[in-house]
């Protein structure tokens, strides 16, 4: 059984602070030094003061990017340039976009969802996390005591029924309209009681999938186990949630920027390579375009993997056979795992021939991981990075079905396009 339940959200008090596109931000984890500058300077209460604020070499512990945000939290509350809502609600977020040439729009909302753990069954996470990051959201959260982002979750619904009730509110006046990089987002509040009765009571019956967010969920789950007994209304974490059979879920790729180690010795890595995959040189196709015809031309039938070492050459790696993943896969990890590229590579490729284990913190430093292939050639051009490895995205249906058996994928396995923009709304711990 999955609680969802209305919340009364903090929202920018766009009639004393501005316009809300001046106030959000992407995720904290992708944003660059670059963006957080841009944002920085877009205004002095930019969602971005709160959930990835500007670290100084002055730091210490009564002094720093957590306690910082906090302190502004507060301040913004005390001068209503946030407002808490009056009545308990639904807030219903839609993003419409194109991708690969076609326009898509996704449509959900956001609840607070009480968390619990995944040996439930009923919240399914589908990547494993890194200790570093889920460190960082911890202390914000103790210092904040609030989800400043949402969980990005799925939830099935073959028949449509929530969307249809969405659909009645999208159909109104919008709270707020942003443009973004040829993203168009709105909000919607939904505060009718039946309405919110409903949608309450289907979840019940329903498994919630986690998209983004893991170490977010991962930390709220810890919170409230350590504070719940101090922290009112901690057990709830902040979600948005859509339906992912309403065909509006699209996946990029994650790409792997490798620097070795030890030194890289080509010849080396292409002998042991050959034991597994066929070996086509491609020194023509690295281009981005190229490289995305590719991958999905060479892997409708298979996986394959573009790996390119710099100076204009690469290889087109053809996997021979998927189960020669099995006698590599440690005890933890099921036999299901060799059907992902995504498993085969941080299997095959980096565990075994380049000796790098990704789940082991201290290997994380050699994999550097990007959705842009552009950037992936000109970095490893550049002396930065010993190879980049393409591959195809994950599909949604191998999410789903591992997740629900309980099966993890390597970090960093999906890509979910577009991400969902930071301070359109805020959930509160307590009164």
Not at 139 to 151: G, K, M, Q, V
Not at 268 to 286: I, V
Not at 337 to 350: F, M, N, R, S, Y
Request: proline residues 5%.
């Amino acid at each position: 059984m999955v609680d969802i339940v209305p919340f009364t959200g903090y929202l920018y008090n766009q009639g004393k602070a501005g316009q809300l596109d001046r106030f959000t931000a992407p995720p904290y984890d992708v944003i660059s030094p670059q963006m957080q500058d841009e944002l920085y300077e877009r205004s002095p209460h930019n969602i971005v003061r709160l959930i990835l604020g500007k670290q100084s070499p002055d730091d210490h512990e009564n002094d720093n990017r957590y306690t910082r945000s906090a302190i502004d939290f507060q301040d913004w509350i005390e001068r209503e340039i946030l407002v808490r809502d009056k009545h308990p609600a639904y807030y219903v977020y839609s993003q419409k976009y194109f991708f690969e040439g076609e326009r898509i729009c996704r449509t959900g909302f956001f609840a607070r969802v009480r968390t619990e753990d995944f040996s439930s069954g009923n919240i399914c996470p589908h990547e494993f996390t890194l200790a570093k990051a889920k460190k960082d959201r911890t202390l914000l959260l103790e210092a904040c005591r609030a989800n400043f982002s949402p969980i990005f979750g799925l939830f099935s619904d073959p028949q449509g029924d929530i969307d249809r009730q969405l659909e009645q509110v999208t159909a109104q006046e919008p709270l707020a309209v942003i443009e973004d990089q040829g993203i168009t987002h709105r909000l919607w509040r939904i505060t009718d009681k039946s309405t919110l009765d409903s949608i309450s009571e289907t979840f019940r019956e329903k498994k919630i999938y986690i998209a983004d967010g893991h170490h977010r969920y991962e930390t709220a789950l810890a919170y409230h186990k350590n504070h719940g007994h101090e922290v009112e209304d901690s057990a709830h974490v902040m979600m948005f949630l859509t339906n992912l059979d309403a065909q509006s879920l699209s996946i990029y790729p994650i790409h792997r920027l490798i620097k070795c180690p030890s030194a890289f010795n080509q010849d080396e890595f292409l002998s042991k390579a050959e034991e597994y995959f066929e070996m086509e040189p491609m020194s023509n196709d690295f281009q981005a375009g190229g490289i995305k015809q590719t991958l999905e031309r060479e892997g409708k039938d298979g996986i394959v993997f573009c790996t390119y070492v710099g100076k204009g050459n690469g290889l087109l790696m053809r996997l021979k056979d998927k189960d020669k993943i099995i006698p590599f896969l440690e005890q933890d990890e099921p036999a299901d795992l060799k059907v992902l590229d995504v498993a085969q590579l941080h299997t095959l490729v980096l565990r075994n021939l380049l000796a790098i284990d990704t789940k082991k913190p201290e290997n994380q430093q050699y994999v550097t991981y990007k959705v842009d292939a552009a950037e992936g050639v000109r970095r490893v051009n550049a002396g930065e990075f010993d190879l980049a490895i393409f591959m195809n995205p994950t599909r949604i249906q191998q999410v789903r079905s591992l997740a629900e058996n309980g099966v993890r994928l390597p970090q960093k396995a999906t890509f979910f396009y577009p991400k969902l923009l930071s301070g359109l709304v805020i959930n509160k711990f307590g009164p």
